[in-house]
């Protein structure tokens, strides 16, 4: 597949907890014509507005777990689509661990058929978490890893002709599987979640992330989902220490083009 254009836009690069300068996770990813949306934490159909583009737009939503500070916009999402006047045009799949379709169906029992749309504008695909996937999809190659946060985390690698692009992590801690993720990729979307010394369980740190980055034997390395302590220190430096190529401390609405 030729690729005419490959862009990465971190749309909220905080967490659950509110901030001015940092919104709930939400990563887009244009490669070409398809245009790709990983996780929806609260906010992410305005902050889509504000990155120029809109929730019509979106073909694919990737879910990495289902966590609310990832997941809660995906009700506004489908009360919108479903909107006669404001609403979709086009289908959309949406992708997740085992237990998406039972969430889509339990908002449908809890808000109607508001939020109800036909399996011509709506698909879901269950991943299975536990394992390594492989999936030829219209943009490329897409494999997902299971990710040490949750039981139902995923991490998501895209491949185009043998040529490792992209891997996002979703929220992890340091281990094998995110090693394979992010191989030889050159743009790794990793959580960093809280500054060294911190030793937090199913998160990562500034020397975490770039260990796995140098390990991996990553290009570019850009950092997401900062809880507020990030922006006390220098996110950068503490990187830099164990990893040597490029570095990205992503802020909100930032676009990375390949
Ligand atoms: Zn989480
Ligand atoms: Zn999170």
Redesign the pocket.
């Known amino acids: 597949m030729k690729i005419t254009d490959f862009r990465v836009c971190t749309v909220g690069t905080g967490t659950g907890v509110p901030r001015v300068k940092r919104r709930s996770p939400a990563t887009l990813v244009k490669i070409n014509r398809h245009l790709l949306l990983f996780d929806t934490g609260p906010g992410t159909l305005r902050a889509l507005e504000e990155a120029g583009r809109s929730f019509r737009d979106i073909d694919y939503i990737f879910y990495t777990?289902f966590?609310p500070?990832?997941l809660s916009d995906l009700v506004p999402f489908l009360f919108v689509a479903h909107s006669p006047d404001y609403g979709r045009k086009k289908p959309v799949e949406i992708w997740g661990a085992r237990g998406l379709a039972k969430i889509y169906h339990k908002y449908v029992e809890i808000f109607g058929h508001w939020v109800e749309l036909s399996p011509s504008e709506l698909s879901i695909k269950e991943i299975d978490s536990r394992q390594i996937n492989n999936f030829e999809v219209p943009f490329g190659k897409l494999i997902t890893y299971p990710m040490y946060?949750?039981s139902r985390s995923v991490g998501y690698r895209i491949e185009i002709d043998d040529v490792p692009y992209l891997a996002i992590t979703g929220?992890t801690e340091y281990g094998e599987n995110v090693l394979k993720l992010a191989r030889n990729v050159k743009i790794l979307v990793a959580e960093c979640s809280f500054p060294d010394p911190k030793e937090p369980r199913g998160h990562l740190t500034p020397s975490r992330v770039g260990r796995i980055a140098r390990e991996a034997n990553c290009k570019h390395l850009v950092l997401t989902h900062m809880y507020p302590e990030c922006d006390k220190v220098n996110l950068f430096e503490q990187v830099r220490k164990e990893f040597d190529g490029r570095i990205t401390v992503g802020r909100d609405l930032m676009w990375i083009v390949f």
Request: charged share 30%.
């Open positions: 777990h966590h500070d990832h946060h949750t929220d």
